[in-house]
């Protein structure tokens, strides 16, 4: 069977790992602790490196979140379970967790077919689930995310348009690799492009700071809501081929596989 577990997580990112180009390209610096822990190489000379649980509120247990969301098909109380198992060895703390688990809640909803709304809905609820899972990890000093993604999301819907989003969130919210200052951010793309895939995408690539894991979130919960079709098929022939990736074989193996929580 296939199961999703600590200890299938942390053999995982041991696997990806070893894989030196997509490791360097795309670990971040919390990660990459924690993988240096499991190998036994505590310290890694020249690379930063968080040193205090402050730090550890960052953002790459949202940013990864996404996909590996998709394994509790639309199963809301798998789904958080699931993102607590991946996401609180790296990232456990209540900042982070929070995050994580608005992500993993809102690609559940979009895969159960709700609407904008009800998915910006599902976030707020994953972020106040995340951060009750979260206290049981490092203690961090930093602001309570629910509260910044429910702003975020405000402003969003009260823009004008696209790009007076992008400057209102920008001037509030840094945009950085923590946790609260990017990940409200994505929400706030996507209420302000009304769910529209390539735009909230493009704005998320262009608000500065962290925009790849900004884009990254938009594209995984908008991508979820609409489906197959919300990237043009030659956006993901050229993705498939500067990086030798299989987009839609793992798009079909995500929808196939079956797991059970350990």
């Known amino acids: 069977g296939n199961y999703i577990s600590r200890e299938t997580a942390e053999k995982s990112l041991l696997e990806w790992s070893k894989n030196e180009r997509f490791f360097e390209q795309f670990v971040g610096p919390t990660s990459r602790k924690y993988i240096n822990r499991l190998r036994g190489a505590e310290i890694e000379d020249g690379s930063f490196e968080p040193v205090n649980d402050n730090m550890r509120g960052s953002n790459g247990g949202a940013m990864k979140i996404g996909p590996i969301a998709c394994f509790g ?26 995050s994580a688990c608005a992500v993993a809640a809102a690609v559940c909803g979009a895969l159960n077919g709700k609407d904008l709304l009800g998915i910006l809905d599902d976030a707020m609820y994953g972020a106040e689930e995340g951060e009750k899972i979260g206290t049981a990890g490092s203690m961090v000093a930093g602001p309570s995310f629910p509260k910044r993604l429910r702003v975020a999301i405000q402003m969003g819907i009260n823009a004008k348009s696209l790009s007076e989003a992008m400057d209102e969130l920008r001037s509030i919210f840094d945009c950085s690799g923590m946790a609260a200052d990017s990940v409200p951010v994505a929400f706030g793309l996507m209420a302000a492009a009304k769910g529209d895939v390539i735009p909230a995408v493009q704005a998320a690539v262009n608000i500065g700071n962290d925009t ?51």
């Open 73 to 98: 098909k639309g199963n809301m109380e798998k789904t958080i379970a699931i993102a607590k198992i991946i996401c609180f060895p790296t990232h456990g703390n209540r900042i982070s967790m929070s």
């Open 212 to 262: 790849d894991t900004i884009a990254t979130i938009t594209g995984a919960v908008l991508g979820a809501m609409k489906g197959i079709g919300a990237f043009p098929k030659e956006i993901i022939n050229k993705l498939d081929e500067a990086n030798d990736y299989h987009l839609c074989e793992l798009a079909e193996t995500l929808a196939e596989t079956d797991v059970t929580i350990e």
